[in-house]
């Protein structure tokens, strides 16, 4: 039976890392992640393509804006105990601090 659950998380939480990232898909993801626990791999499986995203703007002003964006939504899951400091995969963690600096 709990297979059969994050198999149904799954498919309908993956156009959020499949499709182009957008500021609306976060808040939308956001909101989810407040009522219902994700696992983990998906959150950071998003946090990586939105750090991805960031990286191919071309724009400064809106790089800056998607910078802090991110910066909001990884303070929060991380305020709420959704993403625990300690358990993030090495290559999150790489990548952002390639991200901020």
Known sequence: MFFIIIHFKFRYLSPFIT???TVNSMDVLN???QKVEL?????????K??????KSEEDKILKIRLARIIAIFITNLI???HL???RIPLEVYINFLIFYY
């Open 19 to 21: 499709q182009p990232w």
């Open 84 to 86: 625990i400091v300690d």
């Open 49 to 54: 393509h939105c750090i991805n995203n960031y």
């Open 39 to 47: 696992p983990n791999e998906f959150i950071f499986s998003y946090i």
């Open 31 to 33: 909101k989810i992640i």
């Open 79 to 81: 305020e709420y105990e």
